[in-house]
């Protein structure tokens, strides 16, 4: 199964912020959840659809920045901080980033390893990243764990 995946975000340098509780990057002390995987990345390289599915949201007015919400099945994967932003036109929601040919729709279907956006800077961030999120019937999973099924499902054959 973890064959038909495709790694989310394209020149890939570093895990910057893994899955669980950790000190807020932005100051403010304590400790928060951290309910997804930063991956560095050079800010402009592209994001990529980790599985077939529908775009159930696009946004660009929360602390993830400008971003999209893909449904495939019983997963529900966000991409956050993403460049570009949200249009609307005749009552339809649009992501955009035009300097990196993007432009899909709120409600269209979209193939695995699709371009979603590129690494930006939206949102509350510290440097460009993707912040990437998983929930498996509704409930949070850490996206560490699953790239690594990926990688020995792939490297297996």
Known sequence: M???????????????SAFGYRTSPTGGGGSQFHYGLDMAAPQGSYVRNWWSGKVIEVSDHTSC???AVIQ???W???YCHMSG?????????YLVDPDGSIRYE??????????LGRVGMTGRTTGPHLHWMLKFNGEWV??????RAMYEAQQAG
């Open 142 to 147: 850490d996206p560490g764990l699953v790239l």
């Open 106 to 115: 709120q409600g269209q279907e979209l193939p695995t390893g699709e371009r």
């Open 85 to 93: 932003w949200v249009e609307v036109s005749n009552g339809r929601r």
């Open 2 to 16: 973890w064959q038909q995946a495709s790694f989310p975000v394209e020149n890939f340098q570093a895990y910057t």
């Open 65 to 67: 920045g400008t971003s």
């Open 72 to 74: 495939s099945g019983q």
């Open 76 to 78: 529900e994967h966000r």
